[in-house]
């Protein structure tokens, strides 16, 4: 019995295992520290771009009360962006649609703020004037055009009605 050997104790190998487990710890609590010092970070981000957006804000109000003349002129460019960009053909289209031989439209106003529209028309006669109001309302929703005032010619010249329809 005296020829087996006995089994050696593999230190190397024991060692190796041990320095891998090191290393992994040490790469755990360095990745665990780098969440933290990102979480930190994106916090103070969050914290500096809320006091941009204030800074801006406060300038934006200051310009604002230094220069009036800059105010009004955006405003003005304001206003013509929104009326390029007013939906023009859904509006003429309406009006379009209801062409008569026995109507004339005389003006067209328009006000975009409050989407209210003015025409000025002189009819042959009372009922094509109403055919015409009604012809406008048949696809319409919200707003309605109705007749806000209409004017009988005298008996002696030829046969009209001047209205005014807004919508």
Do not use: C
């Not at 002189?122 to 109001?133: G, I, K, N, Q, S």
């Amino acid at each position: 019995m005296e020829f087996i050997n006995r089994r050696q104790v593999p230190w190397a190998g024991l060692a190796f295992l041990a320095i891998l487990l090191a290393w992994g710890g040490s790469l755990a609590a360095e990745w665990m520290e780098l969440r933290a010092d990102q979480k930190e970070k994106l916090e103070r981000i969050a914290t500096l771009e809320r006091t941009l957006k204030e800074r801006q804000r406060s300038a934006l109000q200051e310009q604002k009360k230094a220069d009036p003349v800059a105010e009004l002129r955006l405003k003005e460019q304001q206003k013509i962006l929104k009326s390029l960009n007013y939906p023009w053909n859904r509006l003429l289209a309406t009006i379009e649609q209801t062409a008569r031989n026995d109507i004339a439209i005389l003006s067209f106003l328009h006000d975009q703020s409050s989407d209210s529209a003015q025409l000025s028309v002189e009819a042959l006669d009372f009922p094509a004037l109403t055919r015409f109001v009604e012809q406008l309302n048949e696809g319409e929703e919200g707003k309605r055009w109705y007749v806000a005032n209409y004017q009988m010619q005298p008996p002696n010249s030829p046969a009209a009605v001047k209205a005014t329809v807004l919508k």
